[in-house]
């Protein structure tokens, strides 16, 4: 049995003021500084404000990168639905601008990166950048004309949680737990993405992403929770527990997400995907 969700919205000149920092690519940047200051609270590592800086430059580079790439498979006729959408048209009416920010960008974050961050951080970067330049060839364009390989979403999420933590974890000599933490966030991320797939990537793709969703959302969000009541000794209770919870509540909003997608518009899911992620915004005990 075939599943049948909303058509895309029609485009318009009239855009809502809650879809323009999607359609400026702000979103994904926006979640990533919040995930940085969180992380750098749990952990204990003050960061200057250049480490915020860098990675929003980077990740919105990325972002806007990507979605230019959608754009020109759009205009080329790729009738996927998850191309025929609001951004990805207005990124199709604007697409010199955005390739003219992306280097000015990007020329920035550099320059900041190579003079003003430490260098156990700028090194880990380029090992997390080179695994950029790898999952661009592998997963969005793959070299060659070679088909996608398989795992995007795992790939995506291990990207951006490696890409958010390196200021954190890159020179972390403490005694708090690393590796548990960072499989939960990057199993978040990955669930982000897989959520935004069931909801309007291509139909192969959509009905293995459907399938996943929810059972990994809900391992996840108790996962989360149960390591944050139980997992945590009292030494690193008071630092992680806000970070754990974080994670729980982000896991338990986009499973809801999922299970109501069928009502829900496609440039609304996306945004709300993102909003479900901002949960570190939401006062912790």
């Not at 806007?64 to 990805?88: E, M, N, V």
């Not at 490696?162 to 960072?182: C, N, Q």
């Not at 391992?219 to 997992?231: D, K, M, P, V």
Request: aromatic fraction near 10%; hydrophobic fraction near 55%.
């Amino acid at each position: 049995m075939s599943e049948t969700l909303p058509s895309p919205a029609p485009l318009s000149d009239r855009v809502p003021a809650w879809l323009w920092p999607n359609l400026l690519c702000l979103d994904a940047p926006i979640v990533s500084v919040v995930w940085l200051g969180v992380f750098s609270a749990a952990y204990d590592m003050p960061l200057e404000a250049t480490a915020f800086l860098v990675l929003f430059l980077a990740v919105w580079c990325l972002y806007a990168g990507d979605r230019i790439l959608d754009a020109l498979k759009r205009r080329a006729g790729d009738p996927s639905p998850g191309l025929q959408t609001p951004r990805h048209a207005f990124m199709g009416r604007h697409l010199r601008l955005f390739a003219v920010l992306i280097f000015f960008a990007a020329f920035i974050g550099v320059l900041v990166a190579i003079t003003r961050l430490e260098r156990p951080i700028f090194g880990a970067g380029l090992i997390v950048a080179t695994g950029a330049v790898a999952y661009f060839g592998a997963f969005v364009a793959p070299i060659g004309g070679n088909r996608p390989l398989p795992g995007k979403s795992l790939a995506a999420g291990l990207l951006i949680a490696a890409g958010i933590t390196v200021p954190i974890f890159a020179d972390y000599s403490g005694k708090l737990p690393v590796e548990p933490v960072f499989a939960l966030f990057a199993g978040i991320c990955a669930l982000n993405i897989l959520a935004i797939s069931a909801r309007d990537g291509d139909l192969e793709g959509r009905r293995l992403a459907a399938g996943l969703v929810t059972p990994l959302g809900i391992a996840l969000t108790l996962a989360a929770a149960g390591y944050a009541l139980f997992g945590t000794t009292v030494e690193t209770a008071p630092a992680l527990r806000p970070l754990l919870f974080s994670l729980s509540l982000a896991g338990a909003a986009l499973t809801i997400l999922h299970v109501n997608r069928r009502s829900i518009g496609q440039d609304a899911f996306r945004v709300l995907a993102d909003v479900a992620l901002l949960t570190p915004l939401i006062p912790m005990p």
